[in-house]
C-alpha cells in the first residue's frame, strides 16, 4: 500500500508542480520553494482538516512532510495541494 500510493501522491504533487524529494518511508516530503509558501499549502491543507507535518523544525522550512494514509487521505490531500497550487 505504501510504495503504491507514495508514488500516486509523489506523481500528482510533482504534476501539480511541487518538488517532491525520494522517500522510501510512509511519507514524501513536498518542497513548496519558500517557507512562506509551505506555510500556505498547511494552512490551505488545514482548512480542509487534513494535518501534516511542518519540517521547519528540522531545518527545512520550505517542505512538509505527508503521511500516506488510505486511498481516500491520499486523494483528498492530492486534490487539496493542486487546487492550492493552480489556486
Given at each position: 500500500?505504501?510504495t503504491l500510493?507514495?508514488g500516486?501522491?509523489?506523481a500528482a504533487?510533482e504534476a501539480a508542480?511541487i518538488?517532491?524529494w525520494?522517500?522510501?518511508g510512509?511519507?514524501v516530503?513536498?518542497?513548496?520553494a519558500t517557507p512562506?509558501?509551505a506555510?500556505?499549502?498547511?494552512e490551505?491543507?488545514?482548512a480542509r482538516?487534513?494535518?501534516v507535518?511542518?519540517m521547519g ?13 488510505t ?6 490531500v492530492?486534490?487539496a ?7
Amino acid at each position: 500500500h505504501n510504495t503504491l500510493w507514495r508514488g500516486k501522491v509523489a506523481a500528482a504533487l510533482e504534476a501539480a508542480g511541487i518538488k517532491v524529494w525520494p522517500s522510501e518511508g510512509n511519507f514524501v516530503l513536498a518542497d513548496f520553494a519558500t517557507p512562506a509558501r509551505a506555510k500556505a499549502a498547511d494552512e490551505a491543507l488545514k482548512a480542509r482538516g487534513l494535518i501534516v507535518r511542518a519540517m521547519g523544525g528540522y531545518g527545512l522550512p520550505a517542505c512538509l512532510r505527508i503521511t500516506i494514509g488510505t486511498a481516500e487521505e491520499c486523494t483528498m490531500v492530492t486534490e487539496a495541494l493542486t487546487a492550492f497550487m493552480h489556486g
